[in-house]
Each structure stands twice: as structure tokens, then as C-alpha cells.
């Protein structure tokens, strides 16, 4: 199994936002995003790497769209 790539905060938003994902609200330091009744929350703390577990969370989250 391959490792996950690491994704700085700005990445991920980039990312998310280029698959159709729309920014709903942010809390303190969790931004979601949201498209067709899928959630990301991403943590959003000074453009830190994200834990490979959120990377994850992502692309799983992607790729449930494109089936």
C-alpha cells in the first residue's frame, strides 16, 4: 500500500475546491466544505501539513463523488 501524499492546509483547499466543493462556514479553526450531501471538515491551523488520516478522509470523500 502507498503512502498517502502530505497536504499542507492550502493544498487541501485547493484540492477540494477544484472538485466542486463549496465553503458553507467555519468554526473557530474547522472550515467545511460541502457538495452534493458530503461534508469535509478541514482543520485550519496557520497552513500546518495535515494528519495523513484528514488526507484520507479526502480522497475517500472524492472519490464517493465520481462513482
Partial sequence: MS???RLS???AI????SEGFVFIRQSGSHAQYYREGVRITLPIHSN????P????????AIESLRK
Fill in 3 to 5: 503512502k498517502s501524499p
Fill in 9 to 11: 492546509v492550502k493544498e
Fill in 14 to 17: 485547493d484540492l477540494i475546491e
Fill in 48 to 51: 500546518t501539513i495535515l494528519h
Fill in 53 to 60: 488520516k484528514i488526507v484520507k478522509q479526502i480522497y475517500v
